[in-house]
């Protein structure tokens, strides 16, 4: 019978304490309004929106892109047209999108104070997959114009934007990979979910109650 030394037992000791271990959660949303689009279409209108919206510190350029609101534009791109993301495989919104959404909703029902931990295990111990979440549509159900008024730093101007939209209906399915054993658990992602779909939304338009959803399938591994 072979021997184990101090040494060895050590090591097999550390290794023990750096097991990690995940959870993983299948998620089908389905929207209950409309569901509109928020990416500027066309490559000169979308450079003009991101300079709008000036710097950002600690986002890459697809999250400043996902941050653009109406609101914020300035008289160069006063009349815009927003829509989804497409590639080969149809439209598609991104994983950091719903992240966003869990941390908006997290933000609202103070979860992050009530538990803490669960703002560093959201924000660094959760991933959502694929990093393309298709619609399953190639393209989207209508087009709808909305007219206001925001405050730019030129002053009050009035804005046009023509965004596209998916009827309600529209299932939405993903995968969230999360850290087991932390803070943040499988229920209170739930209880996040079902905040977002009543209370908080998806995609653009949310001020007038667009991306609005119901949690069809919520299926822990």
Do not use: C
């Not at 003009?48 to 941050?67: Q, R, V």
């Not at 209906?169 to 850290?179: C, E, S, T």
Request: net charge positive; proline share 3%; glycine share 10%.
């Amino acid at each position: 019978m072979s021997k184990t030394t101090i040494a060895e037992k050590t090591v097999e000791k550390a290794e023990k304490q750096f097991t990690i271990r995940y959870q993983e959660v299948d998620v089908v949303i389905e929207t209950t309004t409309r569901f509109y689009g928020g990416i500027p279409q066309g490559e000169d209108l979308l450079r003009a929106w991101i300079e709008a919206k000036g710097p950002i510190p600690e986002e890459t350029l697809e999250e400043k892109i996902d941050a653009i609101t109406p609101g914020e534009v300035e008289e160069q791109v006063e009349r815009s047209s927003t829509g989804f993301r497409t590639d080969e495989d149809g439209t598609y919104v991104r994983d950091f999108a719903v992240k966003q959404m869990l941390k908006e909703s997290a933000t609202a029902v103070g979860m992050f104070k009530a538990k803490i931990g669960t703002k560093t295990n959201l924000t660094i111990g959760l991933v959502v997959k694929p990093e393309r979440i298709h619609l399953l549509k190639s393209e989207p159900d209508g087009y709808e114009e909305f007219q206001g008024r925001v405050k730019t730093m030129r002053g009050l101007r009035s804005i046009l934007s023509r965004k596209a939209y998916f009827e309600p209906g529209l299932r939405i399915a993903f995968r969230i990979k999360m850290l087991a054993g932390g803070k943040l658990t499988t229920k209170d992602i739930r209880v996040l979910l079902d905040h977002a779909g009543e209370f908080v939304g998806f995609g653009s338009a949310r001020s007038r109650e667009a991306g609005k959803f119901k949690v069809v399938k919520f299926e822990a591994k």
